[in-house]
Each structure stands twice: as C-alpha cells, then as structure tokens.
C-alpha cells in the first residue's frame, strides 16, 4: 500500500477527535473550511475531509450562498438529546 492511502487513513480516523475542535469554532457563527483551519491550526486540505464527514453525518450543514471567494459556510446543527 502506497503512503498517501495510509495518511488518509490517519486524517480521516481523527475526525472524532476534532469534531468537538470544529463544532467549538462553530459555536460563534458559520465559517469557510479556511477559516476553520486557521482557528483550529490544521491544513486546509485536512479539515475538509473531516467538514465532509461532519458533514454526512448530520454534525453540520452548509449555509446558502458562496461567500465572494466561492467557499461555503458551514454551521453547527444542534442536535436534541433523545
């Protein structure tokens, strides 16, 4: 197996971890992943692969409209304990 399959194994297996980082960041208004990845430290092309994954699973949903440079914001959904 070639290495990049094995590091995006490894980025993709600590989206658990920060999703609490992401949802945090949120928790003040929608941002773009580039602003996600300056306010949690981490490369842009890795918080997308965990803002898709949050994404997929209901965590957090895209908010309509591009912003000038053509990203979308992504918001927090709260979720109700049951």
């Known amino acids: 197996m070639n290495a990049p399959n094995r590091e995006l194994r490894e980025i993709v297996r600590e989206e658990p971890v920060m999703r609490a980082q992401i949802l945090g960041i949120l928790r003040d208004g ?5 602003e996600i990845a300056a306010a ?27 912003t000038d440079e053509g990203y979308f914001r992504y918001e927090a959904i709260d979720k109700e304990p049951a």
Do not use: Q
């Not at 929608?30 to 580039?34: A, D, E, I, L």
């Open 30 to 34: 929608p941002r773009t992943v580039p």
């Open 40 to 66: 949690i430290g981490s490369p842009t092309h890795e918080v997308v692969f965990w803002v898709m994954g949050m994404r997929r699973y209901g965590h957090l949903r895209e908010v309509k409209g591009a």
